[in-house]
């Protein structure tokens, strides 16, 4: 009964092709919020969503062949993102003091 | 086809990726937002890396959303709310989603990666002791890199944050 059950779980087990589909999804939306959104925090969040999509594609392949080099890139991935997040954030909260805004398209004095 | 778990996982992920972006107030969106990295670190636990997972864990969803959420809150007035939204760009967004989803879907499928692919689904795992030890030896000099630009991008975050008002004030009352 129990080798059954895992015969058929191993069956039912996931392929590289659906993480990898996952992921896919993932990026499409990250790039959707970042043509259609003009609020600052959310082209965060849409950069942070495409970040994790690549990480979960190292991850993946990481666990196809066998090679630990996809985990550590995707480890140095992660710590890189948090710095981005931190810069990002003072960025947004320094343009909000400047301009009461934080729409991108109100951020006026830079434009070419 | 896919497991059970992996398609709930698939569902928690790309559904609460898509509140993040369009839920009315962005409080609620960075809470999505959180629970969208914590679904990609079940992902991580499916794929047998239980270290990258709780990397994620730590760093995304214990600093990363809670730093946006304090943000969101500094943030918060009247401009959020007001949502400018245009409907052209809106809908140039969804076609430019499709148009990637639907070219790359299908140069996935049709590539040598649908089907049995190496090792996935084996019983042999990555062991992260073998993530250490890349760590301290083909990928020493990234690290000491790393950690620079962290402290680096850390200062500078500072550094921008900074309110040379209030500290003017501070020091005229001193």
Do not use: C
Request: aromatic share 8%; hydrophobic share 60%.
């Amino acid at each position: 009964m129990r080798l059954r059950a895992e015969r058929m779980w191993s069956n039912n087990m996931s392929e590289l092709i659906d993480f990898l589909i996952v992921s896919l999804v993932l990026v499409a939306i990250g790039i959707y919020g970042l043509v259609a959104k003009r609020n600052a925090i959310r082209m965060l969040f849409s950069i942070e969503i495409i970040v994790n999509a690549a990480n979960l594609v190292l991850v993946a392949f990481s666990r196809g062949l066998l090679n630990a080099q996809g985990q550590t890139v995707a480890l140095f991935s992660i710590a890189i993102a948090a710095a981005e997040v931190a810069v990002g954030l003072g960025l947004i909260i320094v343009a909000y003091r400047l301009y009461k805004e934080i729409d991108v398209a109100e951020f006026r004095s830079m434009r070419g | 086809m896919a497991d059970p778990i992996f398609i709930a996982v698939a569902a928690l992920t790309v559904g609460t990726a898509i509140i993040a972006l369009e839920a009315r107030e962005l409080i609620y969106g960075a809470v999505a937002l959180a629970i969208s990295l914590l679904g990609i670190a079940g992902f991580f636990l499916l794929l047998d890396a239980p270290f990258v997972a709780m990397f994620q864990i730590a760093v995304y969803v214990g600093a990363v959303a809670v730093l946006i959420i304090f943000t969101v809150m500094l943030v918060r007035t009247q401009a959020l709310f007001t949502t400018k939204e245009d409907k052209k760009r809106k809908g140039a967004g969804i076609a430019l989603m499709l148009i990637i989803m639907a070219s790359l879907g299908a140069l996935m499928l049709s590539s040598g990666l649908n089907g049995q692919f190496g090792n996935f689904g084996g019983s042999q795992t990555v062991n992260f002791t073998q993530i250490g030890q890349l760590m301290v030896t083909y990928y020493a000099p990234a690290l000491i890199i790393m950690g620079l630009t962290l402290a680096g991008a850390v200062i500078a975050a500072l550094a921008l944050a900074r309110r040379e008002d209030v500290e003017q004030q501070h020091e005229r009352a001193d």
